[in-house]
């Protein structure tokens, strides 16, 4: 599967979420059902380049560390719509 694939349907999911925020797990559930075979691997590899890029970024759970909930920035709604 293409990395830039996979980079824009995380956008997009993020972008179309309720609240504007995914959980890690919450996010791979939804790539997973328009891009089956994404691993967890992949999508943090993704999530990790998408960050380094600020077209994405996450925030740490308060009680939780490992529960990264991640959303999408201006700069990555505006790279989407390219």
Do not use: N
Not at 21 to 40: A, K, N, S
Request: glycine residues 6%.
């Amino acid at each position: 599967m293409s990395p830039a694939v996979l980079r824009t349907t995380i956008l997009a999911e993020l972008a179309g979420a309720p609240h504007g925020t995914l959980t890690q797990e919450g996010l791979l559930t939804c790539v997973c059902q328009r891009l089956p075979g994404t691993t967890l691997a992949d999508l943090r590899q993704e999530l990790s380049w998408l960050r380094d890029r600020r077209l994405a970024d996450y925030v740490p759970a308060p009680l939780d560390d490992d529960a990264r909930t991640w959303t999408i920035t201006t700069t990555g709604r505006a790279a989407l719509k390219q």
